[in-house]
């Protein structure tokens, strides 16, 4: 189980995602960063709703990606360096690395 210092990062791009986010930061949870959908398929999705405006009033990272696979945003995930990282909606089945 995971403890408010834990280092967590949020993976989403959908409302649900965006709740436990502003959830999390509220209470005082060690979000060190959060990855949101770009691009125009993302947009067009069901309940689509960006990261940025929290990101940047919580001065955490935001990375911002069509393809939460690809070895750019592997790496941009691996130098947040998450204890913990919460999925709760995203629009691409996840590799396992």
């Not at 945003?73 to 999925?87: E, F, G, M, Q, T």
């Amino acid at each position: 189980m995971s403890d408010r210092s834990s280092r967590v990062v949020v993976v989403g791009n959908r409302n649900l995602a965006r709740q436990i986010l502003i959830y999390l930061l509220e209470k005082e949870w060690n979000v060190v960063g959060a990855v949101s959908a770009t691009g125009d398929a993302a947009q067009k999705q069901a309940g689509f709703e960006p990261f940025d405006q929290i990101a940047q009033s919580h001065d955490i990272d935001l990375v911002e990606t069509a393809d939460l696979n690809s070895e750019q945003s592997k790496r941009a995930l691996a130098d947040l360096s998450p204890d913990l990282c919460i999925c709760p909606a995203w629009h691409q089945i996840l590799d396992p690395s």
